[in-house]
């Protein structure tokens, strides 16, 4: 009874031992990520959105981020104004020195709270 006990024991060591070398990485657990900011620019394939709330990712405040109006939301992306807020989620992890256009997968009309609002 001893030697199962001290067998099971190791065993549980073992897969502890080999989980902690398991590493999760940004974007490979299913997470979204999310920031707010205000609409400093509205255009028909995309939006300038000066960060106001960096979310869950490492953007700085302030950062202003170029963001492509084509989501893969059904809903699509409403429409924009100036000075009205949005809140965008994406389906990887972003920095203030990323470039290019960033491809969300939905964008939402915020009010300054970061509210939802329903239209």
């Known amino acids: 009874m001893k030697k ?6 190791i065993l549980m060591e073992v897969l502890a031992l080999t989980a902690c070398n398991n590493q999760l990485h940004q974007g490979n657990n299913n997470m979204q990520y ?3 900011g205000e609409i400093v620019k509205v255009e028909t394939e995309y939006l300038l959105i000066e960060v106001n709330d960096i979310g869950n990712t490492d953007l700085l405040d302030g ?9 893969a939301s059904a809903n699509g992306c409403p429409n924009f104004t100036i ?5 965008v989620l994406l389906a990887e992890n972003v920095t ?5 256009q960033l491809t969300a997968l939905s964008i939402y009309k915020v009010d300054e709270t970061g509210a939802v609002i329903h239209e």
């Not at 199962?4 to 024991?9: D, H, N, P, W």
């Not at 950062?63 to 989501?71: G, K, L, P, R, Y």
């Not at 203030?96 to 290019?100: K, L, P, Q, V």
């Open 96 to 100: 203030d020195d990323s470039s290019g």
């Open 63 to 71: 950062t202003t981020m170029e963001v492509s109006t084509a989501v």
């Open 34 to 36: 999310f920031f707010s």
């Open 4 to 9: 199962i006990a001290i067998i099971a024991f």
């Open 83 to 87: 000075g009205e807020y949005a809140k």
